[in-house]
């Protein structure tokens, strides 16, 4: 299994541009999750989705779209990018089982620079 | 909401020796789930070791042990006998037993390992 991946793993926009980060798991997870982790801070939260075709915020959405029409796949959509969207961006997944504590998987990263 | 405090920003050790990395949360709710995860240079997110709140039970996995306190909301990360590998930044995250299993991540302690 290659777990989480994620695409690109490095870009640079310009003011104003769009870009989608994409992210896939291969482990048949039914919750997925993005999260962004500025500088010096902890991850936050800003999609998640508790299967296909089911979607909703998190703690910072402003600025970002989800969509989630296959399992496998989660990608984060920034329109009108800006310089507060300069992060690295997780994707993450995990399953549900009845006692719960199961494990987020994260994906490698995504460092977004907007210029 | 919850939230999630890690009030030592930066932590060094000796090689060999033992360090602790503390973490408070607050919350109201009875039933959660506690973690601490690793982030090398790397970036990738590891998973270090993870408590339940209806365990009395600290978990340890090898040289990884914690001692969580549920009146107190504390939840630290004992390291013992430090390797250079160790060398990250550690983040402690709460998760509610209920809902979408978001996680709640604090700011992180970056650990230096002094040869």
């Known amino acids: 299994n290659a777990g989480v991946t994620q695409t690109p793993k490095f870009r640079i926009l310009k003011i104003g541009q769009s870009m989608t980060l994409q992210c896939t798991q291969d482990?048949?997870?039914?919750?997925m999750y993005w999260y962004r982790q500025d500088p010096g801070m902890g991850l936050k939260l800003i999609y998640y989705?508790?299967?296909?075709?089911?979607?909703d915020k998190g703690e910072v959405p402003n600025g970002y779209n989800v969509s989630r029409s296959t399992t496998e796949d989660f990608p984060l959509r920034l329109e009108l990018a800006a310089p507060s969207q300069t992060s690295v961006y997780f994707c993450?997944?995990?399953?549900?089982?009845?006692?719960?504590?199961?494990?987020?998987?994260f994906g490698p990263g995504t460092r977004l620079t907007v210029l | 909401a919850q939230t999630v405090t890690q009030s030592q920003p930066e932590m060094s050790v000796q090689e060999a020796e033992t360090v602790t990395l503390s973490c408070t949360y607050d919350t109201s709710e009875s039933d959660y789930y506690l973690f601490w995860y690793k982030q090398p240079p790397s970036r990738q997110m590891i998973l270090v070791i993870r408590q339940e709140a209806y365990k009395q039970q600290n978990a340890t996995e090898n040289r990884f042990s914690v001692n969580f306190q549920k009146a107190a909301k504390s939840f630290s990360l004992k390291i013992s006998d430090s390797q250079l590998g160790d060398a990250a930044m550690y983040f402690c995250?709460?998760?509610?037993?209920?809902?979408?299993?978001?996680?709640?991540f604090g700011q992180g302690t970056r650990l230096t390992i002094n040869p």
């Open positions: 995250a709460y998760r509610s037993a209920r809902g979408a299993q978001k996680l709640v």
């Open positions: 993450a997944s995990s399953y549900t089982i009845p006692t719960g504590g199961n494990e987020q998987f």
């Open positions: 989705s508790v299967g296909a075709g089911i979607t």
């Open positions: 482990m048949n997870h039914n919750y």
